[in-house]
């Protein structure tokens, strides 16, 4: 599960986050506490909390005291939010520069932007 691309409390949140992106964990769902996430995937248990806690700062997830850490209803819209803006910066307004200086109408990137997403007319 984990690759050396960036640390590994962060990879944990990053696949939580896609989680909730993807509807695996809902809207007040419970996540495995860190003890559970540390022996599952066998990582030191502090690196499951560090992961937890960013999740937490982020408002993705919430505390319960004595019950355990479950999914913020509104996390899905703001992963989603908070990922879109990412795309945009360093995906779509690098590509345009790209486009610009190679002189490609936007009519074929939107041409071509049809062909790779077929059925999305908006």
């Not at 909390?49 to 700062?57: E, H, I, P, S």
């Not at 850490?69 to 590509?95: C, D, K, N, W, Y």
């Amino acid at each position: 599960m984990f690759d050396d691309r960036s640390p590994i409390y962060r990879q944990i949140a990053d696949q939580i986050k896609d989680d909730v992106l993807r509807g695996v964990l809902g809207a007040d769902d419970q996540v495995m506490s860190t003890n559970q996430y540390a022996a599952y995937y066998r990582i030191n248990p502090a690196t499951a909390a560090k992961a937890f806690q960013q999740l937490v700062d982020e408002g993705v997830i919430y505390k319960r005291r004595g019950v355990g850490m479950f999914v913020h209803a509104g996390a899905r819209e703001q992963i989603r939010s908070t990922r879109r803006e990412r795309f945009f910066a360093e995906v779509l307004e690098p590509m345009a520069a790209e486009a610009r200086a190679l002189g490609v109408p936007v009519a074929d990137i939107v041409a071509r932007l049809h062909q790779l997403i077929p059925g999305d007319s908006r």
